[in-house]
């Protein structure tokens, strides 16, 4: 089944402890791409890929890194995580032809306390 | 002026009756536009894309794109319960992959 998958779907840590929210497509997809949604701002985009080795930043990039060491997989690394980055992240992926939809993953709840 | 805008709403509609949901956009150069459906607490799922002017039907869903006045909408006809959620727009402004979404409407059926 074609399908982005994220863990863990819920994560409850403390201030400081790196933590990485990983993220997996078996679509074959050039772009990958990080957002968060919290409620009245709408889902803003953390990080982007357009293809291995190549990443850049998205709206809202600061406390957050990403890697992209494989066509596949793109990791979402809080270093030092803090309470306002509390919120629901998703990793979706697409082709990279300008009419390619962005496939979802289910989302990952997390909190920091 | 943000890129793509969209009344948040909430948009109350009876069930059985038409929804009609709007979004602006404010790149001229944008080329693929999409609806994305989002019920609470889960992730966007794709309805509907358009990509030329005019109007694209699938089952109880009509998207209508107008590129001239910049405007994309998504009118659900035969509203059901099951069709609350919040609606995504979607833009992609020629940038690869990247999309720029609306804020979301929030679209409450009432039996």
């Known amino acids: 089944e074609a399908q982005v998958t994220q863990n863990p779907r819920y994560l409850i840590t403390v201030t400081g402890k790196k933590l990485t929210v990983t993220c997996s497509q078996n679509?074959?997809?050039?772009?990958m791409s990080w957002y968060r949604q919290d409620p009245g701002l709408g889902l803003r985009q953390i990080y982007y890929?357009?293809?291995?080795?190549?990443?850049d930043k998205g709206d809202v990039p600061e406390g957050y890194k990403v890697s992209r060491k494989e066509k596949r997989n793109f990791p979402l690394i809080l270093e030092s995580p803090s309470p306002n980055q509390t919120s629901l992240y998703f990793c979706a992926s697409s082709f990279l032809l300008p009419g390619s939809p962005l496939h979802f993953g289910n989302g990952t709840r997390l909190t920091v306390t | 002026q943000k890129e793509v805008e969209q009344n948040s709403g909430p948009l109350s509609v009876p069930e059985g009756a038409i929804a009609s949901l709007n979004c602006t956009y404010s790149d001229r150069g944008s080329q693929s536009f999409f609806w994305y459906r989002q019920y609470s607490g889960k992730s966007p799922e794709l309805i509907m894309s358009?990509?030329?002017?005019g109007d694209k039907e699938d089952g109880r869903f009509t998207a209508q794109l107008n590129k001239a006045s910049q405007y994309v909408s998504l009118l659900i006809r035969d509203s059901q319960p099951s069709d609350s959620a919040t609606y995504l727009c979607?833009?992609?402004?020629?940038?690869?992959?990247?999309?720029?979404f609306g804020q979301g409407t929030e679209l409450s059926v009432k039996p």
């Open positions: 679509m074959n997809h050039e772009y």
């Open positions: 890929s357009m293809n291995v080795e190549v990443t």
């Open positions: 358009i990509y030329s002017n």
């Open positions: 979607a833009v992609n402004m020629g940038q690869g992959g990247k999309l720029i």
